[in-house]
């Protein structure tokens, strides 16, 4: 008796169909393969070229096919062992598909051990480990460059950054503007930026909104004894000296009372603080700079303090 069509149709489909899955299994080794040792190889690049080479550190790096995404494993900044910044993972989103547009989120490693400076200021904030994650996108219109940051740290709070760039020539490399940006950041030289990016880049308007969870009174009890009342004279002292180190406004101004009394008040109810930026035309750096030498950046960039409840619309 001879094998009846239905039966031998069935085992052709059932071979066609694995001989796909395993087809696709290839092509998704081979992808998965090839995505990581190109991301490899570009951000090593990246970074070499930047100068950060022998400053950023990572265990390896993985690529997901499905959402074309290279993702970083245990990243350190600074000293490898004890650097001053440690990471999780660092996934750079959708990267070859939205590139020069940015999409990244990252997350911080707890169990790292960090550098005595980090280990000091996380002490001040009143944490043992910072644990936390974010996300940062930036996107490219013509010549407009919108980034936003937000970035959640446990037991610290919630911090909401965007900024709407302009780039004033068509030569700015916005590859090197952000290869700059992060090595200033690393290095903690933000001051270089001013002076290589002075004419290139101007602010159109920049938005930071911080939500506390215990930041504020970790930094600076509130001592609510009449007999301790000089703490307030104290931390009024200290922020009169910041928005004038800052070049806010200068120290006594009323424009600087201003700005201190909002923080004051953020200080005793430390719910949400926000800082806007919004002059009336776009500002260089350079511009900003000088304001900021001359201290009337608050009033040159029509800055704008308030603090709020979370709740408030």
Not at 6 to 27: A, P, Q
Not at 60 to 79: A, K, M, R
Not at 111 to 130: N, V
């Amino acid at each position: 008796m001879g094998l009846s069509p239905s039966w031998l149709l069935s085992r052709k489909m059932l071979r066609v169909t694995l001989s796909i899955l395993c087809c696709l299994l290839v092509v998704f080794l081979a992808a998965k393969e090839l995505g990581t040792y190109y991301s490899k190889k570009i951000i090593d690049e990246r970074l070499e070229h930047a100068g950060l080479r022998s400053f950023v550190h990572y265990k390896t790096i993985s690529f997901s096919p499905f959402t074309l995404t290279p993702t970083l494993q245990s990243v350190s900044l600074g000293n490898e062992h004890y650097p001053w910044l440690a990471f999780r993972t660092i996934s750079l989103k959708w990267l070859p598909l939205i590139y020069p547009d940015l999409q990244v989120s990252f997350q911080f490693d707890p169990h790292k051990s960090l550098a005595r400076d980090s280990r000091r200021l996380l002490s001040k904030l009143g944490i043992d480990a910072l644990k936390g994650s974010g996300l940062f996108t930036s996107n490219k219109i013509g010549r407009q460059l919108t980034s936003k940051l937000n970035l959640t740290i446990e037991q610290v709070g919630t911090l909401h950054w965007k900024s709407q760039l302009e780039l004033l020539t068509n030569t700015l490399s916005l590859q090197e503007f952000r290869s700059d940006l992060l090595a200033s950041i690393a290095l903690r030289q933000m001051s270089a930026m001013p002076i290589i990016y002075g004419d290139s880049v101007a602010f159109d308007k920049v938005s930071i909104r911080f939500h506390d969870t215990g930041l504020v009174h970790h930094l600076f009890p509130l001592q609510k004894h009449p007999a301790q009342k000089r703490n307030q004279m104290n931390i009024t002292s200290t922020l009169e000296k910041v928005v004038d180190e800052m070049g806010l406004a200068k120290a006594g101004s009323h424009t600087s009372q201003l700005i201190v009394h909002q923080l004051l008040s953020f200080w005793h109810h430390p719910e949400t603080l926000t800082f806007v930026m919004a002059p009336s035309k776009a500002l260089s750096l350079k511009e900003i700079m000088l304001l900021s030498q001359n201290k009337q950046l608050y009033a040159g960039a029509k800055l704008s303090v308030t603090t709020h409840s979370i709740t408030t619309p």
